[in-house]
């Protein structure tokens, strides 16, 4: 007989994503992604100077506020004309900010995010040791504070109680290496979240010898963690749960904008990017061009009564929560009307077959590991393994990057608005791609539209019925214990999702900050 599972909240922080997944005789034969809350970005923004972008887009999210500041500014760079004008320290400024970010954010995934899905925190309960970090974890939780390590569900842990002890104390010490990056992200962003720096024409922070050496031991110490501690956990938590190279595969569609700017191209699909952009499909690990112009977000299944399949740049946002047929205020992006996973494995993948190093090294260094091919990425553990990787090569980059910044140089252009103009910004959050449309009329903004990775992987079905990632995911899923879907969060969270992101729309009636009327 069919049950129906729903999980609600999925997530241990940014909380609203509700999934409800239909299993027939153990296997999940449909699955549904909604996102359940209601937010207000893009009509905020609507007759507001420009420069409000970067400062009201980054409060979207207090995870990845840098993405959105990255996504608005260069979207008003292109709108100002000013794409190719920013000056090389601006440009490296831009990349050590938002790659601090980058560190931030795989780390808070990995460790407080999803590793209490496969670590058994309560292996510490009884812990009588030495170690501070331990004491102190077994002693909030004989005080009952269980708010960071639920949700959970039991009857799948499997790593040896003395595994779990020293991952445990593994998440502690990931709360100080995201403390250091956070720390590395204000030494020129001015502070985290929602940094102040990264502006049109480049960053407003001066570089000197101090700010350098203050970025570059912490970032040691970041890449000896990654190096070190996180890199060797993913590869032991894959060891032990190995059969997730073989669950939640899905789409098997990546596509990435491509992020960490090499040069001033001023058009963004030309620019030279570290990660590349493009698209490719596992079916052939062809790589394929990318044109933002075929991007268009339906709506049959959203809460929306604006018209459906509209690009971005002339995007409207109606809501109608009495929809029929409608289960999400998540919108449908779309690539060509297919669907397409966006997030590190995508960008890793799209690397990957481009023969981008050190990415192929290192891809091909975890396949060997687990004797597995390239297939073995599409998958639960692959979009973990794709994140560990790329933590490491941003970190890595990083240590370079900063060396090439010059004490006393320029790090911005200067810029007039315009009276009008339309822009893009388009990048890679660390959750994937993100893009930002703009029309500026009369010196102010005239529609301001964001399509945002968690937007992209945890849509609901479109207008043509195909279901989005997380649904094609969970899909063919097999459940052992209805009551405890191990295998569903697992899925869902590895593409580290973040609704907070994922639902930025209000109302386009209403331009009013403080109420916000459902039509
Ligand atoms: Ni709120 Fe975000 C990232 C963006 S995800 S975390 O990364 O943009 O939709
Ligand atoms: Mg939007």
Known sequence: MATTIVIDPVTRIE???????????????????????????????????PLDAQRITQRICGVCPTAHSTASTLNLDSAFGIADKVPNNGRVLRNLIFGSNFL??????????????????????????????????????????????????????????????????????????????????????GHMPHNMSIMPGGVTEQVSVDKIADFRWRLEKVRHFIDNVYIPDVLAVAG????????????????????????????????????????????DLKPMKLDPNRITEHVSHSWYKSD?????????????????????????????????????????????????????????????HFKADASALKSTLGRHA????????VADEMAKWVLELAPGEPTMAVYDIP??????????????????????????????????????????????????PFEQALEGTKVRDAKNPFELVRIVRSFDPCLACAIHVVDAHDNDMGKFVVS
Do not use: C
Request: no cysteine; aromatic share 10%.
């Open 15 to 49: 909380g609203h994503l509700k999934i409800e997944a239909v299993v027939d005789d153990g296997v999940v034969k449909e699955a549904r992604s909604s996102g359940t809350l209601w937010r207000g970005f893009e009509q905020i923004l609507e007759g507001r100077n």
């Open 104 to 189: 931030q954010s795989h780390i808070l995934h990995f460790y407080h995010l999803t590793a209490l899905d496969y670590v058994d925190v309560t292996a510490v309960a009884g812990y009588r040791g030495t170690d501070p970090d331990l004491n102190q974890v077994a002693n909030f939780i004989s005080n009952g504070n269980l708010a960071p390590f639920v949700p959970r569900y039991e009857g799948d842990y499997r790593l040896p109680k003395k595994v779990n002890i020293a991952a445990t104390k593994h998440y502690v010490e990931a709360l100080n290496m995201r403390r250091l990056t956070q720390e590395m992200l204000a030494i020129f962003g």
């Open 308 to 368: 459906s399949k509209l690009h971005p740049s002339v995007g409207k946002t109606e809501a109608a929560h009495d929809k029929r047929g409608a289960y999400s205020w998540m919108k449908s992006p779309r690539y060509d009307n297919e669907v397409y996973e966006v997030g590190p494995l995508a960008r890793q993948v799209n690397a990957y077959v481009r023969g981008e190093e050190p990415t192929v090294t290192l891809v091909n260094s975890v396949l060997g």
């Open 240 to 283: 032990v749960y190995d059969d997730y190279f073989g669950i939640g595969g899905g789409v098997g569609n990546y596509m990435a904008y491509g992020v960490f700017e090499m040069d001033q191209e001023p058009d963004l699909t030309k620019r030279k990017r570290f990660f590349p952009g493009g698209r490719v499909k596992m079916s």
């Open 419 to 468: 009276e009008s103009g339309m822009g893009m910004g388009i990048t890679d959050a660390p959750r994937g791609s993100l893009g930002h449309w703009i029309t500026i009329k009369d010196h102010k903004i005239d529609n301001y539209q964001a399509v945002v990775p968690t937007t992209w992987n945890g849509g609901p079905r479109d207008d043509k019925g195909q279901p989005g």
């Open 386 to 393: 794709a994140r560990a990787i790329e933590a490491k090569i």
